[in-house]
Structures are given as C-alpha cells and as structure tokens.
C-alpha cells in the first residue's frame, strides 16, 4: 500500500512530464478540466487542473464536480503517474476506473501515453 505522500510525488512527476512537453500544452491549450484522482484504499484525493494548456496540481477534491476521476488502489495509482505501467493492465483487473465523458476519458489515456509511452 503506497502513502498519500507517494501518490502526491508520482502526481508531480506526471505534471512535469506534462508542463514539459510543448506538444501536448499546445495541444491542450484549449481543453480546460478538472480531473480528482482518489485512492480506494488510502485517505487521498489530488486534483490535477488543465487550464490553458498547463496543468497543475493540488490536494483535495475540486470545488464543483470534476470532468474526470480516476480511481485506483494506491499502488495502482502511484505506478500509473510514474509510467510504471500502463492503463490497460489495471483496467482489466479491474483495479483501476476512469469515470468521465469517453472523449475525455480517451484524451487522458493519449496524454499518459504521450508522456510516459507505452
């Protein structure tokens, strides 16, 4: 079981992976939303804002509902915002949700992927 701190330091590295990729600002810089990642079997939420192509992070759940929320055993979480692994394994066994419009849902999985890579 990983710790919020460790979930808070992988989300980190997946912001800067983000913020430090020109392609996917300018890319983004038009798609404003908010995304609360929480933890099912740790006390964390983060929320992760993309507001004019640059994204930010914070702890706690978003003021008004989020576009997006992923859900993941911490574990899950802190290996998928590392690139550790992809998505595709844990969505399978069910370990991990991604709640939201398919569109956002399909946009979130090409920003992991263009960060950390298959």
Known sequence: ???????????????EGYNNNAKLKAMNRDWDRTVLVRATDVDSEH?????????????GAPGEPPHLTVLGDSETLVDLFYGD?????????????VLGEEDDVLRLDFISLMIWGE
Do not use: Q, R, V, W
Request: proline residues 5%; glycine residues 8%; contains cysteine.
């Open 85 to 97: 692994i992809t998505p595709t394994e844990p969505y399978l066994k069910g370990n991990l949700k």
């Open 1 to 15: 079981m990983a710790l919020h701190e460790e979930i808070h330091e992988s989300l980190i590295a997946f912001c």
């Open 47 to 59: 929320t992760l804002t993309l507001k004019g192509g640059d994204l930010t992070l914070s702890e």
